[in-house]
């Protein structure tokens, strides 16, 4: 299991979460799992219904619940929905999706979003959890008070004053992956796109596969 999570929003978490799991899913089936509520729109594809929202607010879920939630990207690319309100679920919750999700015979991505207390059983669960962020004072000071990755993915903005060397010495992580900003990626997730035109800047990813 593989779990991308940021310490502040707006950074890329989601948009680097679906990529991952699109060059994943070229190699071997992958389950896309959305915690922060944005993957279908950035998927292009329409994930009205249920949800991971609503299996948290049941009670005693069925053990087949969360196959039952997912929904086809391609031929190798499933993709477990927020469902129509953002998931809510306790900690107890949280540790059982991660055993879930951890014994899965698939590929597992996860986009946690901006990290909570709750989901860090996810984080603790997961084989590699990746910080994805921006050089950005204010979210590396954020990220220095969250829980500690074992990689960086780095979105690269122009006019940007820190560095890769920077962003690595500050969180004492490596930055496994440097993303730089590209229109292209923009012009995909609007048009919903993604999954099919997956612009070559992303392919730097692979590296965190």
């Keep these: 299991m593989l779990c991308y ?5 707006g950074v890329g978490c989601s948009v680097v979460s679906a ?18 509520g944005d993957l279908p729109a950035i998927l292009g594809v329409d994930a009205a219904g249920p949800g991971l929202a ?11 619940a969360l ?21 809510a679920g306790t900690t ?11 014994s899965e015979g698939r590929r597992v991505v996860v986009d946690i979003g901006t990290s909570s ?5 996810l984080l603790n669960a997961a084989e590699r959890s990746v910080l994805v962020t921006r050089a950005c004072y204010i979210a590396l000071r954020r990220a220095q008070c969250g829980p500690p990755p074992d990689d960086v993915v780095l979105v690269v903005e122009p006019g940007r004053v820190l560095r ?9 992580t490596p930055v496994t992956a440097s993303i730089p900003w590209d229109p292209a990626v923009a012009r995909a997730v609007d048009a919903g796109l993604l ?4 612009p070559r800047s992303l392919n730097k990813l692979k590296v965190v596969l």
């Design 67 to 87: 196959h039952r939630l997912e929904i086809s990207v391609s031929d190798r690319l499933s993709l477990l929905p927020t469902g129509e309100c953002h998931p």
């Design 5 to 9: 999570f940021t310490a502040k929003g």
């Design 54 to 64: 609503d299996w948290f607010r049941s009670e005693q879920p069925p053990a087949d």
């Design 19 to 36: 990529a991952s799991a699109v060059l994943s899913a070229q190699q071997h089936p992958t389950l896309l799992v959305d915690l922060n």
């Design 117 to 121: 207390i709750t989901a860090v059983a």
């Design 92 to 102: 107890d919750r949280f540790r059982l999706l991660a055993r879930l999700l951890a």
């Design 195 to 198: 999954e099919s035109r997956l």
């Design 164 to 172: 890769r060397a920077d962003v690595a010495a500050a969180l004492d």
